[in-house]
């Protein structure tokens, strides 16, 4: 490779952050009358939750949305949070993994969250230590796949597109970084992540 790696930056929701166990979710939608599938657009695919992705609203604005819609009174919202997320894990190999890199390379999380992401990792994960920045769409301002976001995660690590491995599930922010130059995977497993990554850095 004619340009070193120096920088692998990772995205968080389905990559770090991922569904290990799909019956809490499937279970409460059952108990408030709505499909899965229109329980998760409402949380994750909405108008709201475009808004709290790109830092308009916080994160309490969007799901005070959702509770309206779905009828929850406020006071109970916290408990459906708390079993919507009931199934999530977070994937302490490829955690481990990022560490290591980290000895050699700069590390980052470029994710497409709301306003209370990092309070949640630090809470409940206790990893944010893996990587040198973690960036956050509602902090930022902006969200992939807009360039904008790509080339300020460059400039904040001072790297230059070839020099920057990126990873995310999602394939249009994958295509959108490629086409920058930067060196996009798109993860379907952790083994193939790791694989393809440590062909890249040579690690």
């Known amino acids: 490779m004619a340009q070193k790696i120096k920088a692998v930056i990772w995205d968080l929701v389905g990559v770090l952050l991922r569904e290990e166990d799909p019956a809490p979710r499937k279970k409460l939608a059952e108990e408030i009358g709505l499909e899965v599938k229109v329980m998760e657009d409402l949380v994750f695919s909405s108008q709201s939750a475009g808004l709290a992705t790109e830092g308009a609203i916080s994160e309490e604005a969007h799901w005070q949305w959702v509770a309206r819609q779905i009828d929850i009174r406020s006071e109970a919202l916290p408990e459906f949070q708390r079993r919507f997320w009931e199934g999530e894990g977070f994937d302490m190999q490829l955690a481990d993994f990022i560490a290591h890199l980290k000895k050699d390379f700069k590390t980052s999380l470029l994710s497409n969250a709301w306003s209370g992401t990092r309070k949640l990792l630090v809470d409940n994960f206790g990893r ?30 001072e790297v230059l597109p070839e020099e920057t491995i990126f990873l995310d599930d999602t394939l249009v922010n994958v295509a959108a970084a490629s086409d920058l130059g930067i060196h996009a995977i798109q993860f379907h497993s952790t083994r193939q992540a790791i694989a393809e990554v440590s062909a890249l850095v040579k690690c």
Do not use: C, R
Not at 139 to 157: F, R, S, T, V
């Open 128 to 157: 944010l230590d893996i990587f040198n920045e973690v960036l956050i769409s509602a902090e930022m301002k902006l969200a992939k796949p807009d360039p904008a976001i790509y080339q300020k995660m460059l400039k904040i690590l």
